[in-house]
């Protein structure tokens, strides 16, 4: 009966050491599509939360005016207006919330050097899982940021995905750390990312034009 109830053991501790090395392997694949630029990856690699965040995303890119657009995060308001800036609208009018996720990836990032080292020095750990759900730390360099940032993973259809959304506040505070560390506001970080040396040569509307809504 002992030997049983360990081998019982060791099976269920096997198991969910493998499961840890899926979310891992999860997470890794996202940052590797993620400098790649590789948006049909990301999309693949992430949640049901995260693709439906871009359904809702994609309404406030059609809708918003400018003064509801002052009353987001600043990470909403950038990738809002950059959405705008580098995308046709009429293509935005009939494009797909995946779609629209996938091009955000793909043609509204960027990546330089500072980004792709940055990106490859993160990474999880501690590591919980409880039924489909999982949560595990976040670190930079092997050290883990504290307070802890608890990132989110789902199982879904058999396979582990990234959930984008768990990392909002996180980016958000670094974004609003660049305003503080240079004596920016909201709108000065805009306009510096708007100049030419960040998304100049990919947009085709200039920050004065895409203040107001596409579909009124």
Same mark, same amino acid.
């Given at each position: 009966?002992?030997?049983i109830s360990i081998l019982a053991l060791s099976i269920i501790l096997f198991g969910c050491n493998n499961e840890k ?20 990856? !990301?999309?693949?690699? =992430?949640? #049901?939360?995260?693709? $439906?965040?871009?359904? *809702? ?5 059609? @809708? ?75 670190? !930079?360099?092997?050290? =883990?940021? #504290?307070?802890?940032? $608890?990132?989110?993973? *789902? ?5 582990? @995905? ?55």
């Amino acid at each position: 009966m002992r030997k049983i109830s360990i081998l019982a053991l060791s099976i269920i501790l096997f198991g969910c050491n493998n499961e840890k090395e899926e979310i891992i392997n999860t997470f890794n694949n996202f940052n590797k599509a993620n400098i790649e630029l590789n948006g049909e990856k !990301i999309y693949e690699l =992430t949640d #049901s939360e995260t693709h $439906n965040y871009y359904r *809702s995303f994609l309404s406030k890119i059609l @809708k918003l005016d400018s003064i509801a657009i002052t009353e987001l995060n600043l990470t909403e308001k950038l990738n809002l207006l950059s959405t705008r800036a580098i995308i046709e609208d009429s293509e935005l009018k009939k494009i797909s919330p995946k779609d629209l996720m996938i091009k955000i990836y793909t043609e509204i990032s960027s990546m330089d050097t500072v980004r792709i080292n940055a990106i490859k020095t993160t990474g999880i750990t501690n590591i919980r899982i409880e039924n489909e759900q999982a949560k595990c730390d976040f670190t !930079i360099n092997g050290e =883990t940021l #504290s307070p802890n940032v $608890n990132l989110k993973f *789902s199982k879904e259809n058999g396979k582990w @995905k990234y959930n984008v959304i768990s990392m909002a506040d996180y980016t958000e505070k670094q974004l609003n750390n660049v305003c503080e560390y240079h004596g920016f506001n909201h709108m000065d970080l805009i306009e510096w990312t708007f100049s030419a040396s960040n998304i100049g040569n990919k947009k085709i509307k200039e920050l004065n034009d895409i203040w107001n809504p596409i579909i009124k």
